[in-house]
């Protein structure tokens, strides 16, 4: 764990210069609007440790598989968010010296993210080998009101010297990826151009023939000669300026950054420059106030306040902002990476934690047509879903959502996440019952999800076997969320999240017939789906092997769980934590110890069908074994532990996870931030310590106050209402900052608001 980022409720602050720590910072201070977004790299040259990120939407590559060993429905590729091409270079270079912090003494420096106006900002004094001493000042910004636009301010003080100097303004698209093999690059130059007017690229993937075109301007406070430079795959813009002792240099530099997501290929290099046009025409200060007031009311719509703890405040705020960079639901193409704009590990593509930790936060804090295009998402994919299920052998329509997708392919290539991890399905088909209980719009099963549902559960009833021995069905051969764990047979979760997802199903099928009868019609069609297929789903939901401790009263995670030595994490040398950079994948693999909640996150998703004793037992046995290596585990930790009174661990396992990358507790920020498990932080807040549940269509809060905190405060919206709930000492309040008159449950009692 690291504590170098200053505690502020508003700020992300880096208060010096820690080379060994800036590929963390690059990763906590990174900027996004939903198009397209990058990490908080230098805009002068470094040759120190950094990751050089640039990232765009919906742009990928589908880097081929390799493996010593092919096994039949292996992925063909593993998808790869792409590094971009880089507009944000600012190279400075003093009589023959360049300006790089790697190779000069630096002082007074600072990183700051402002979270409340969505900018980046920088300053340091830097001594230079010969002695010259400067100070820059840096602000930037990717507007989220016009999310194909960026901009950057940089001033330059000499302070002992006056002397010409060159700046060099560019576009880089002549890079590559952390993660690349063999020192690949996966872009193409289809033009640049560096004239009087203009300077861009325009850049092409490889295989899938995106392109991209990243466009500057650059304006100085003066120069005395502008040289065009053009290279492969780069564009720059060179002046000679004078810079006097004293005296402020200002260079202003606009972005646009566009794909063919957007703009076909014929247009796409002047589309980029109309709209570079405009935000320069605006100018610096126009594009900025916008960028304020946008996020003004993104924070009236979604804030957390908390009184009294100023690193729970920032840890909070830190999330919320990373998330509404992140999505915007503007397209129903996109979707969340797990390290969304901050970095490339894991792909930077779609895995199950959106609908299992992104979704409530946009249900609650946006318009819920944001929510709507996230499932839409998956709706688009189902035909993919079927094909991804065929290759593995399913038939008559199973749908095997991916793992790993960018655009509904399964693109993920480790054998025990791409064929075992079948849970997946089962948190897409419950996000479906989720937005619909949220939300009441039973519609949407009609239009959307009455499909989804159908090829979830058709995959369900073909993965299970019947077991003579036990007389019941089985699902063999799996990995649940507990990734340590692998290859195992009934795991809890997995087989009791299909009976709850066929179950369902059953219920959608039954309201679809009888309130839309010609969409039912419809679906039967485009499903070819025959009600006998029911008999056998009801057969599964009522023989279904669920393992069962009778001694310890307790759900079993797989079996063979309680043949392992039970020796609690509490027990464990520090030393060897996290045990993932520490131990063989065989010594964890036999092991008791658990990556993230497994039993717990089923009982989470399906709480109201346990009571509270029944909660707490599972949760004592099998919290006592969990690393929580993974940003997945400590929210879903922080809710039931609130649920069933044990308050001081919900405080501690909410420090966790909204702390997790500001702290970098498993020493993996560097990668990227883990954006898909800052939902589950905003419901460790909302969920866990507001006790906020969905019951009977109406919004339920049973509130605790950590005993840290003064008060806390969050907002919902839910159907046509904006509520404003505080917790204080003195208990609960509700207010209604937009709707109309509606009722709602407090500790148990309906009261109206």
């Given amino acids: 764990m690291k504590n170098y980022i200053k505690h502020d409720p508003w700020k992300i602050i880096e208060d010096k210069f820690n080379p060994d720590y800036n590929k963390i910072s690059e990763s906590i201070c990174s900027l996004g609007n939903g198009k397209f977004g990058q990490r908080a790299n230098f805009e002068e040259s470094f040759s120190g440790k950094t990751?050089?990120?640039?990232?765009?939407?919906?742009?990928?590559?589908?880097?081929?598989?390799?493996?010593?060993?092919?096994?039949?429905?292996?992925?063909?590729?593993?998808?790869?968010?792409?590094?971009?091409?880089?507009?944000?270079?600012?190279?400075?270079?003093?009589?023959?010296?360049?300006?790089?912090?790697?190779?000069?003494?630096?002082?007074?420096?600072?990183?700051?993210?402002?979270?409340?106006?969505?900018?980046?900002?920088?300053?340091?004094?830097a001594e230079t080998q010969s002695g010259k001493r400067l100070e820059v000042f840096?602000?930037?910004?990717?507007?989220?009101?016009?999310?194909?636009?960026?901009?950057?301010?940089?001033?330059?003080?000499?302070?002992?010297?006056?002397?010409?100097?060159?700046?060099?303004?560019?576009?880089?698209?002549?890079?590559?990826?952390?993660?690349?093999?063999?020192?690949?690059?996966?872009?193409?130059?289809?033009?640049?151009?560096?004239?009087?007017?203009?300077?861009?690229?325009?850049?092409e993937t490889k295989k899938t023939f995106f392109q991209v075109c990243t466009a500057i301007k650059t304006t100085l406070t003066n120069f005395s000669k502008a040289e065009n430079i053009l290279k492969e795959k780069y564009a720059a813009k060179k002046y000679t300026v004078q810079l006097t002792e004293n005296q402020p240099f200002t260079v202003y530099k606009y972005a646009a950054v566009t794909s063919t997501m957007y703009y076909d290929k014929t247009e796409i290099s002047k589309k980029t420059l109309?709209?570079?046009?405009?935000?320069?025409?605006?100018?610096?200060?126009?594009?900025?106030?916008?960028?304020?007031?946008?996020?003004?009311?993104?924070?009236?719509?979604?804030?957390?306040?908390?009184?009294?703890?100023?690193?729970?405040?920032?840890?909070?705020?830190?999330?919320?902002?990373?998330?509404?960079?992140?999505?915007?639901?503007?397209?129903?193409?996109?979707?969340?990476?797990?390290?969304?704009?901050?970095?490339?590990?894991?792909?930077?593509?779609?895995?199950?934690?959106?609908?299992?930790?992104?979704?409530?936060?946009?249900?609650?804090?946006?318009?819920?047509?944001?929510?709507?295009?996230?499932l839409v998402y998956r709706w688009k994919h189902l035909k993919k879903a079927i094909e991804n299920a065929e290759k593995l052998g399913f038939t008559g329509g199973a749908a095997l959502y991916p793992m790993v997708t960018a655009n509904g392919e399964e693109c993920h290539n480790e054998w025990e996440i791409?064929?075992?991890?079948?849970?997946?399905?089962?948190?897409?088909?419950?996000?479906?019952?989720?937005?619909?209980?949220?939300?009441?719009?039973?519609?949407?099963?009609?239009?959307?999800?009455?499909?989804?549902?159908?090829?979830?559960?058709?995959?369900?009833?073909q993965r299970v076997n019947w077991s003579a021995d036990k007389e019941k069905y089985v699902m063999l051969g799996v990995t649940g969320p507990n990734e340590y764990e692998n290859n195992v047979n009934n795991n809890w979760y997995t087989s009791y999240s299909a009976v709850q997802n066929l179950k369902y199903t059953i219920q959608a099928i039954n309201f679809v017939k009888e309130n839309y009868p010609q969409d039912f019609e419809r679906i039967k069609k485009v499903c070819s789906f025959n009600e006998s297929e029911t008999e056998k789903w009801q057969d599964i939901i009522e023989k279904m092997y669920l393992g069962y401790d009778e001694k310890r009263k307790v759900f079993i995670q797989n079996d063979g769980f309680l043949d392992k030595e039970l020796i609690p994490v509490s027990e464990l040398d520090p030393k060897v934590r996290p045990i993932n950079q520490h131990w063989s994948w065989d010594r964890i693999l036999r092991s008791c110890y658990i990556k993230q909640a497994d039993v717990l996150q089923g009982i989470y998703f399906f709480e109201n069908n346990f009571d509270v004793e029944t909660i707490k037992r599972n949760f004592e046995f099998y919290e006592q074994f969990t690393v929580h290596e993974s940003s997945l585990s400590s929210c879903i930790h922080n809710i039931l532990a609130a649920k069933v009174g044990l308050y001081d661990k919900a405080y501690q396992y909410y420090l966790n996870a909204s702390r997790l990358d500001l702290d970098d507790y498993n020493n993996d920020t560097c990668d990227g931030c883990h954006i898909t498990s800052m939902g589950g932080t905003w419901m460790t807040i909302v969920q866990g310590f507001g006790g906020m549940r969905i019951k009977d269509g109406m919004l339920s809060f049973k509130a605790v106050l950590p005993e840290k905190w003064n008060?806390?405060?969050?907002q919902i919206r839910h159907k046509d209402n904006v509520?404003?709930?505080?917790?204080?000492?003195?208990?609960?309040?509700?207010?209604?900052?937009?709707?109309?008159?509606?009722?709602?449950?407090?500790?148990?009692?309906?009261?109206?608001?």
């Fill in 51 to 125: 990751l050089q990120g640039n990232y765009v939407s919906g742009v990928y590559y589908p880097d081929k598989t390799r493996v010593g060993w092919w096994k039949n429905g292996y992925p063909e590729y593993f998808a790869k968010m792409l590094n971009a091409p880089d507009w944000t270079g600012i190279k400075i270079n003093i009589e023959g010296e360049e300006l790089d912090l790697a190779k000069c003494k630096v002082e007074n420096f600072s990183r700051v993210l402002d979270m409340k106006r969505g900018v980046l900002e920088r300053k340091f004094t």
């Fill in 138 to 203: 840096s602000t930037r910004f990717l507007s989220i009101v016009r999310d194909e636009n960026a901009a950057i301010k940089y001033t330059i003080l000499p302070k002992n010297f006056s002397s010409k100097a060159e700046i060099l303004s560019e576009v880089d698209a002549d890079i590559k990826n952390e993660d690349s093999n063999y020192d690949e690059k996966f872009w193409t130059e289809i033009e640049k151009v560096s004239d009087e007017n203009n300077t861009f690229v325009t850049a």
């Fill in 274 to 374: 109309e709209v570079l046009e405009k935000a320069f025409n605006d100018g610096f200060e126009t594009l900025l106030k916008e960028q304020e007031n946008a996020w003004e009311e993104k924070w009236r719509e979604s804030d957390i306040i908390i009184d009294g703890d100023v690193a729970a405040q920032q840890g909070i705020h830190f999330n919320i902002f990373q998330l509404n960079q992140t999505y915007t639901g503007r397209d129903e193409r996109l979707n969340i990476g797990p390290k969304g704009f901050t970095g490339e590990k894991y792909g930077g593509t779609t895995y199950w934690d959106t609908e299992a930790y992104c979704l409530p936060f946009y249900l609650a804090t946006a318009d819920k047509k944001v929510a709507h295009s996230l």
């Fill in 418 to 461: 791409t064929f075992e991890e079948i849970h997946r399905n089962a948190a897409i088909a419950n996000a479906v019952r989720i937005y619909i209980d949220y939300t009441g719009e039973k519609k949407y099963l009609a239009d959307y999800g009455l499909e989804v549902l159908i090829g979830i559960s058709r995959f369900w009833a």
């Fill in 711 to 714: 008060s806390y405060s969050f």
């Fill in 723 to 753: 509520l404003k709930i505080n917790v204080s000492k003195s208990g609960t309040q509700i207010e209604r900052l937009e709707g109309s008159e509606c009722q709602v449950i407090v500790d148990g009692k309906v009261i109206k608001v």
